[in-house]
């Protein structure tokens, strides 16, 4: 959705909901709803029982809304609420296999190619080693589906890692820790599927499967992995194995299946009156007799619906379970559309209302339970950022921007202080940075890992592609994701310098998470200035199907001298731009250039510390 911060949501939306906003409360459901969805189908593996969670999770998410402290904190703890329904239910589903034999009763499986991953795979019309790692997703133990479905979530871009601790409970150290050790099981699956694909080539491995009934299991994967091991035949499946991380890295939320909100219209007619109190456990959806909902239905493969029709059906269940302090609009407001089905939670222009109060349909609350209204909050989102260099009022000035991200082309941030919800990015940034002290402090100081500034400009880092490819592997050894050198242009051009890299890259099996990129605009007319930024990023994105960081971006004219536009039109430029770049679900960062302002630079954003330009002002209100 527009606007996203780290809670995953307009944290005005949130708060508007939280206050009783039926409108708000519409769109934050519908926003909210391709997340848990993907979240509880990954965890369950596509079991009949993923509606039924997911119809818990959104109704518990509502019941308690207003109880919620922290606004930007909405994506973890609607995360947490995913995962502990998820345990629930895993919980029941051992107890029934306690008292039946009968596997395919006790877990409601029609069809056993008809799981998450068999949708995955078509949906996403994954090829090549996305396929088989979705293949290879059957295979883990019980215990990592859960984290799988958090985890795949992270390399795809929708959640964080502080998100995925706080969602288990866990520090991020002992997170990544069972990350680690699930990801090592998913390679061991990944070998498993390669060998399987090509068993007719090895008579000794068809021995091995001759008792196989065919389902993916914890205890085949370990006997075939053992045979993969131990066979030299099977074992050359083993090589050539891309990271995992950069092969999820771009995809796109799976879509809400048009099955979803068939049932979710059945189980609404049941509902008690608004006039009835409800408790935790009156939540629950309890219709009469219906259909299961499978993944192996004709329906579920058919046309993607748009969220908007389910969230308005879910909305319908669980307006009854808001707080007796507030009371519902005599008019129900109609559902703000949800986002398109495959961009992962960003919400178009047009649903903008979605955030916003009208008089006629706001619930107002009763005077003895009345909630003090919230200070607006600054707006922002998770991918704004900006770039920044020292000045008088440099720490004021970030905090009054809004970034919820900054970098300062260097490993650490020497006098300049992160504001609360910003965090920094290192960089390491050309060949003479590359030293032992420089990466240490980048993995200490950062969550992520710029490679080199420009080295396609000799006024730059001015690196050569081999040089480059020579020094890439120590920025590798940090272990942080790693974003690609950010040439100066040509990044969606054949034979140019980020070209060659990333082949050269991709001949030596380094690793690259994500592409940097400047762009700086010679047209002054917004409209032009912005088509141009996004055909340059689409044409980059449709290269190299990583997802895209824009380091650096605004209006400048470089081809006669150095030529600035008016304040207004790079305020024009601005708002316009950010709008765009938050409707590209791939574009995962920008950064604008830069936070400081002197007379001579036009595109700045604070001439001290609370001082903005028309620019600077232009960026605090962008989403």
């Known amino acids: 959705m527009r606007g996203t911060g780290r809670g995953g949501a307009d944290t005005e939306m949130v708060v508007a909901a939280r206050n009783g906003d039926r409108r708000a409360l519409d769109a934050l459901v519908a926003a909210s709803l391709p997340l848990v969805y993907n979240v509880v189908g990954r965890a369950l593996r596509g079991h009949a029982d993923v509606d039924d969670v997911v119809q818990e999770t959104l109704l518990r998410v509502v019941r308690h809304l207003p109880d919620l402290r922290d606004p930007a904190a909405y994506r ?33 499986v029609p069809d056993p190619a008809a799981d998450f991953a068999g949708i995955t795979i078509l949906r996403l019309g994954l090829t090549d080693q996305r396929r088989e790692v979705a293949e290879a997703t059957r295979w883990l133990d019980d215990d990592d589906q859960t984290l799988l479905s958090l985890w795949w979530l992270e390399a795809t871009g929708n959640l964080d890692r502080a998100d995925l601790a706080s969602a288990l409970g866990l520090t991020e150290g002992h997170t990544a820790v069972r990350i680690q050790r699930m990801k090592e099981q998913l390679e061991v699956s990944r070998t498993v599927v390669r060998a399987l694909h090509a068993s007719a080539t090895c008579p000794a491995l068809r021995d091995v499967t001759r008792t196989w009934d065919g389902r993916p299991s914890p205890l085949w994967r370990k006997r075939l992995a053992r045979h993969v091991r131990e066979c030299g035949a099977c074992g050359s499946w083993a090589r050539d194995l891309l990271p995992v991380d950069r092969l999820l890295a771009g995809l796109p939320l799976l879509p809400i299946p048009p099955g979803t909100a068939e049932h979710l219209a059945a189980g609404v007619t049941a509902l008690p009156t608004p006039a009835e109190p409800l408790g935790v456990e ?60 495959t961009t992962p939670l960003v919400t178009p222009p047009s649903a903008t209302p979605a955030a916003t109060t009208s008089p006629a349909t706001t619930p107002k609350p009763k005077p ?33 921007s809004g970034a919820s991200w900054y970098y300062t082309w260097n490993a650490g941030h020497p006098g300049v202080t992160s504001a609360k919800g910003s965090e920094f990015v290192p960089m390491i940034w050309g060949a003479k940075s590359v030293t032992a002290g420089n990466l240490q402090q980048a993995k200490k100081n950062g969550r992520y890992l710029l490679g080199f500034n420009e080295p396609d400009m000799g006024g730059q880092a001015n690196m050569s592609v081999e040089q480059a490819l020579d020094l890439w592997p120590r920025l590798e050894s940090t272990g942080l994701p790693l974003g690609s050198p950010a040439v100066a242009w040509g990044g969606d051009r054949p034979g ?128």
């Open 282 to 341: 009156a939540l629950r959806i309890t219709g009469g007799p219906r259909t299961p909902f499978t993944f192996g239905s004709k329906g579920v493969l058919g046309p993607i619906a748009a969220a908007a029709g389910v969230a308005a059906l879910v909305i319908g269940a669980i307006v009854v379970a808001r707080p007796t302090g507030s009371t519902p609009s005599p008019a129900a407001a109609p559902a703000i559309a949800a986002p398109p089905s």
């Open 496 to 623: 140019e310098w980020l070209d060659r890299f990333m082949t050269g890259a991709k001949d030596r099996g380094y690793r690259v998470d994500f592409i940097a990129l400047h762009w700086y605009g010679g047209d002054f007319t917004t409209a032009n200035a912005v088509n141009q930024l996004r055909s340059y990023l689409q044409a980059v994105h449709n290269r190299y199907k990583l997802p895209i960081w824009l380091t650096e971006f605004a209006l400048i004219d470089f081809s006669n001298g150095v030529r600035f536009p008016s304040q207004a039109q790079q305020a024009a430029f601005l708002t316009a731009a950010t709008r765009m770049l938050g409707g590209l679900p791939w574009l995962h960062r920008y950064a604008w250039f830069g936070l400081p302002a002197t007379d001579k630079d036009q595109t700045g954003l604070f001439r001290t510390g609370s001082t903005a330009t028309a620019v600077g002002r232009a960026y605090q209100a962008a989403r």
């Open 76 to 108: 973890s703890w609607l995360i947490a609420i995913t995962v502990r329904q998820v345990r629930d239910r895993e919980q029941q589903r051992r107890a029934a296999l306690a008292h039946t034999a009968d596997l395919d009763t006790a877990y409601g």
């Open 368 to 400: 003895t339970t009345a909630r003090p209204a919230a200070p607006a909050p600054a707006v922002t989102s998770k991918r704004k950022g900006a770039g920044v260099w020292t000045f008088d009022g440099v720490s004021e000035a970030l905090a009054n």
